[in-house]
């Protein structure tokens, strides 16, 4: 029998689960798009972000299995299909670095708009506090994020 408490928690275990793939996607997408950029502030910029990503995945996986949960399957098909796309992406936007950090400042939104929606979830108050240190971390690089590509956008022809 399902009870609304467990029903709760259950939807803050998956959200969590989803949050930690998010970050490590977007790992993986902010290095292979770093890799494409001809601008070297611009690439030490997205690995920064890249990293930060990298150890939010770390630290939520940490927090996951504290509160008991298996680690991440980290085989996921849907990792590999956005691994794919990334790559493609940055094939098409090679030496437009403007396009580039556009299409990875969405990406840093959308994954900022899932903390959001975590922390609008019933979580106990280690995850809300580890993850609303996260969230603001992000909110600073991505303002980075945007004044890279703002700058980015002036130096087109």
């Given at each position: 029998m399902?009870?609304?408490?467990?029903?709760?928690?259950?939807?803050?275990?998956?959200?969590?689960?989803?949050l930690?793939r998010?970050?490590?996607?977007?790992?993986?997408?902010?290095?292979?798009?770093?890799?494409?950029?001809n601008?070297?502030?611009?690439?030490?910029?997205?690995l920064?972000?890249a990293?930060a990503f990298?150890?939010?995945?770390?630290e939520i996986?940490?927090e996951?299995?504290?509160?008991?949960?298996k680690p991440?399957?980290?085989s996921?098909?849907?990792?590999?299909v956005?691994?794919?796309?990334?790559s493609?992406?940055?094939q098409?936007a090679?030496?437009?670095?403007?396009t580039?950090?556009?299409?990875?400042?969405t990406?840093?939104?959308?994954?900022?708009?899932?903390?959001?929606h975590?922390?609008?979830?019933?979580?106990?108050?280690?995850?809300?506090?580890?993850?609303?240190k996260?969230?603001h971390?992000?909110?600073?690089?991505?303002?980075?994020?945007?004044?890279?590509?703002?700058?980015?956008?002036?130096?087109?022809?």
């Open positions: 399902s009870t609304p408490r467990r029903a709760t928690e259950t939807a803050a275990e998956e959200a969590l689960l989803r930690s998010e970050c490590s996607t977007a790992c993986g997408w902010l290095r292979n798009s770093a890799r494409q950029l601008n070297s502030a611009r690439k030490g910029l997205l920064d972000i990293n990298e150890r939010f995945h770390q996986e940490q996951r299995e504290r509160l008991g949960a991440a399957d980290k996921s098909f849907r990792g590999a956005s691994q794919i796309a990334a493609l992406v940055t098409f090679r030496g437009h670095d403007d580039l950090l556009k299409a990875c400042e990406s840093v939104e959308q994954v900022l708009k899932d903390f959001n975590m922390l609008e979830l019933h979580i106990e108050p280690n995850t809300r506090e580890i993850l609303v996260q969230k971390e992000l909110e600073g690089l991505l303002t980075s994020l945007h004044a890279a590509t703002s700058a980015a956008e002036l130096d087109r022809p």
